[in-house]
């Protein structure tokens, strides 16, 4: 009798067969058991995109199920993923699948369409995916802008495009314009706010997914809420000199509060090398002098209350504005001018007409990264190694000990040092 071939149908499957059963051989003892059959991802293929219609050249898509990491996947260079394993167990069946994208250090949320559900062993249901993410954005959104003081104001925060975003809310204060957050990063998207002191406070969102590093948070927009109450001062706006000033020179300051059916009083402090005291204490005289100013540094504190909250001793409520004056100060900076490769450079501050003064050293290396010696301190002194050959830049700032840490109250001195080969 002749012997008939196989078919080529039938080639293919006892090879399909045959690896299937050389596959489950390999498999551990805890995939594969008596009877059992081990469970196979579904895979996923698709295109990701930009709303705007931008395709991403690198990345990574995650896919999660019941929240947790099942799958991941970096796309190639034209933005294509294919067959990305999503694992799962038997009692994921029809599951929704959720995705998110990784550019850079934000994870963003990604959508499929069409939605992927979970189906062990799948390769053909998801294999035509068009996953979309959104530039990201977080926002600020107050269910109400105004309330009385002491009534709660909901602030709701929203950053959709982040995959699992944490926020972090600020505050700024409208008695003096400082800011303060709410808590560190969290998961919280909710908070009620209230404020015993009448105003306009203005809050800032930041945004970023969790684990990222805090220099991938996002701002928000600023937005303003205010908080109303009768016979408290509610604004104010003081007008007059900052920084620098000449030997010989005066400086007036003047104060307007906004105070909504009471009486705004107004007082000022001084702060010089003899300290702190009152030079005009409260009352409606809104505008003070400082005459033919010597060299020094000089902390003016103006103040505005009501008079019902003076007479209840609220001093709390008070607004205030804060001025520093450098009349004719300086800085003189002291250092080598060169040093051999590997040694320590010294340098020396000494300030005029600052008082209680604090410094701040920073220095250029000669490959132009930037340093410096931490917060302000009162020490004059620094050093620092000469590491690499060739000219650091160093510079001193020195401030008054109530002023702000900016430019606009330091002077500033600065010199060059060779480092040389040794």
Known sequence: MQRRGISGFGKRWQLA???????????????????????????????????DSQIPSSGTVRAYVDGELR???????????????????SVDA??????????????LTLTAAPAVRWISGDTDSWNNEVFTYSAPSVAVLPVIDTAACGQYIQVNLSAPAIFQPEFQLWVQSSQDGSWSSLGDYSGTATYNITKQVPGTYKLMAFAKSQGAPYSAAITSPLVNISFTKRSAVRALTVSGPNGAQPIGSNA?????????????????????SAGWRVVRNYDTNNTYTLSNLQLGSYVIAVYALDQADINAGNWSAAYYQVFILNVGSSLELTAPSSVSNGETVQVEATATGITGCEYQF????PDSSWHQSGGYSTSGLYSFPASQAG?????????DHYAPATDQ????????VNSNPS
């Not at 799958?71 to 067959?83: A, H, P, Y």
């Not at 029809?94 to 994870?107: A, I, M, R, T, W």
């Not at 000219?391 to 001193?396: F, G, M, N, Q």
């Open 362 to 365: 920073w220095y250029q290396a």
């Open 391 to 399: 000219t650091y830049k160093v510079i001193a700032f020195a401030k």
């Open 94 to 107: 029809d599951k929704p699948v959720f995705f998110s994208f990784q550019p850079g250090d934000l994870e």
């Open 252 to 272: 007036t300051f003047t104060a307007t509060a906004t105070d909504d059916g009471g009486t705004p009083l107004y007082q000022f402090w001084l702060h010089d």
């Open 17 to 51: 067969l045959l690896a299937a059963v050389l596959l489950l051989a390999c498999l551990p003892a805890a995939v594969w058991a008596g009877d059992e059959i081990p469970i196979l991802p579904t895979f996923v293929t698709g295109q990701v995109i930009r709303n």
């Open 409 to 416: 109250f330091a002077v500033t001195a600065d010199k060059f």
């Open 71 to 89: 799958g991941d996947q970096t796309i190639k260079s034209n933005g294509q993923l294919v067959f990305m394993p999503v694992v799962g167990s």
